[in-house]
């Protein structure tokens, strides 16, 4: 089983759709919890940040976790074509001396917000 | 601020070349890290560099991989002898120190192995 599972997609919706992505994990040592976002041909940009369980709002992103089931959300409401990317999940374990340095990433999903 | 800047962009090697790919961290942090992203796989942790010190190797191959970063100058990763095998996207990121939350991403350097 791999640390981190994430469904590739791809995922096609229409302007305006509520979007959800998630990930599952099987490391209980996770306590970070974070979702990035990738462009074509760039490199990960940091969307959502979460230490352990609960929800985090920004805009029109809504971040949650469930540390009991391992499992981990993303929701986009009204979305718009700018969204259209790959979508990130990474975690990592609280590193000795506080850090939380080392992600384990899920591999993405592809997501087309349609005009 | 430039953000993290990776160079160069896509670079193109012969089986049992080497490959030099250079990252230049954001202004003020001092903390840089490498992942490698293989086609159709998610992004894999390789190297933790502070300044003159490697603090974390464990993702990196046991061969023909190593990292640096000096006290001037960007870090660099280099991969001798390349094969087929290294094809993949290198990022670089970086924070001001390891305490989260998350890292900044540079855009990456291609590496096409021939």
């Known amino acids: 089983q791999k640390e981190v599972e994430q469904d590739p997609g791809p995922l096609s919706v229409p302007e305006g759709a509520i979007v959800s992505l998630n990930c599952t994990y099987s490391?209980?040592?996770?306590?970070?919890f974070m979702w990035y976002r990738q462009y074509s041909r760039k490199g990960p940009e940091l969307l959502m940040y979460?230490?352990?369980?609960g929800n985090k709002e920004d805009g029109r992103f809504t971040a949650q976790v469930d540390k009991s089931s391992k499992y981990i959300s993303l929701f986009i409401r009204d979305s718009q074509p700018s969204d259209s990317a790959t979508y990130l999940c990474a975690m990592s374990p609280l590193n000795s001396g506080g850090s939380n340095y080392k992600l384990t990433f899920g591999k993405g999903t592809l997501l087309t917000v349609n005009p | 601020n430039a953000g993290v800047m990776q160079n160069p962009r896509h670079l193109v090697r012969r089986r049992g070349q080497e490959a030099r790919l250079r990252c230049s961290p954001m202004k003020g942090h001092s903390h840089v890290y490498w992942y490698r992203q293989l086609p159709e796989e998610g992004l894999k942790f390789m190297v933790y560099l502070q300044k003159e010190n490697i603090i974390d190797e464990s993702g990196m191959p046991k061969e023909r991989f190593s990292a640096e970063f000096p006290k001037e100058g960007p870090s660099i990763l280099r991969i001798q002898q390349v094969v087929r095998g290294d094809s993949a996207a290198y990022f670089c990121?970086?924070?001001?120190?390891?305490?989260?939350?998350?890292?900044?991403f540079g855009s990456g350097t291609r590496l096409t192995v021939v």
């Open positions: 979460t230490y352990s369980s």
């Open positions: 990121a970086s924070s001001p120190d390891a305490s989260g939350p998350g890292y900044t």
């Open positions: 490391n209980s040592a996770f306590q970070y």
